[in-house]
């Protein structure tokens, strides 16, 4: 897990000018990068390959998902930003990175993954360790390493994102997972879409210790296809 720094000399002078120069060559960075989205999309809109329709949708994707993203980085909050495509869940503020969580694997509903901005309806739980006799649990800080390495978010509008960790490593959780997510799914009569993210168990940990309930989810491109 690590965190974005600024760094040089303009940093101790001016921090809250410095700051606001990074968002504004953000903002400026996202714009570009979506007008140049619709400049493509526009331009490609008379080829009738299925490989130029493939690269169309992408590019529809990817300038949608900016778009979003402009309206987020506006805001003073944190939200997260899942690029399958890339491999990434990012945690941001402001349009910077505050973490980078690297994507071992992922499935979805007819393996197209969900597109657009959603809202966390919950934190997952956090596994509290066990209070000795006459202790009061709620006197031990909680920290990461107490939050769990499978769970649930669950999305509004109705998605259901299953994290999870590698068979190989935690084979018990692996399980417990598949057959939770089996249930949600069967509980929809398999209507709603679902997402399946395979993190490390650490990864996993940060990942729900980061997240609050009604924080933003983007999901989608973050970048235009190669």
């Known amino acids: 897990m690590t965190c974005a720094r ?7 002078e001016h921090p809250s ?5 990074r968002h504004r060559k953000f903002f400026i960075a996202l714009g ?23 690269e169309r949708q992408a590019v529809q994707e990817a300038n949608t998902v900016l778009q979003e993203e402009i309206k987020l980085a506006a805001r003073p909050q944190t939200y997260l930003l899942i690029d399958v495509h890339q491999g990434v869940v990012l945690v941001k503020a ?6 980078r969580l690297p994507l071992l694997s992922w499935r979805a509903r007819g393996d197209q993954p969900p597109v657009g901005l959603f809202r966390l309806t919950a934190r997952p739980p ?12 709620t006197e031990h800080p909680i920290d990461v390493s107490d939050m769990p390495a499978e769970y649930h978010l669950a999305l509004e509008p109705p998605l259901l994102v299953a994290v999870v960790p590698p068979v190989q490593d935690r084979p018990w959780l692996w399980i417990r ?9 069967a509980g929809s009569n398999g209507s709603n879409p679902w997402l399946r993210l395979t993190l490390s168990p650490e990864s996993a940990r940060s990942l729900a ?8 989810v983007l999901i989608g491109r973050s970048t235009l296809p190669r």
């Open 94 to 99: 402001r349009g910077i990175e505050i973490h």
């Open 6 to 12: 600024s760094t040089g000399s303009p940093t101790s």
């Open 17 to 21: 000018s410095f700051s606001d120069l």
């Open 177 to 185: 997972g598949r057959m939770r997510e089996w249930w949600s799914r």
């Open 32 to 54: 570009l990068a979506a007008a140049f989205c619709g400049t493509c999309l526009a331009a490609g809109t008379s080829a009738q390959s299925p490989q130029a329709a493939g």
């Open 126 to 137: 956090v596994d509290r360790p066990k209070a000795k006799p006459g202790e009061d649990a």
């Open 209 to 216: 210790w980061s997240v609050t309930e009604g924080m933003p």
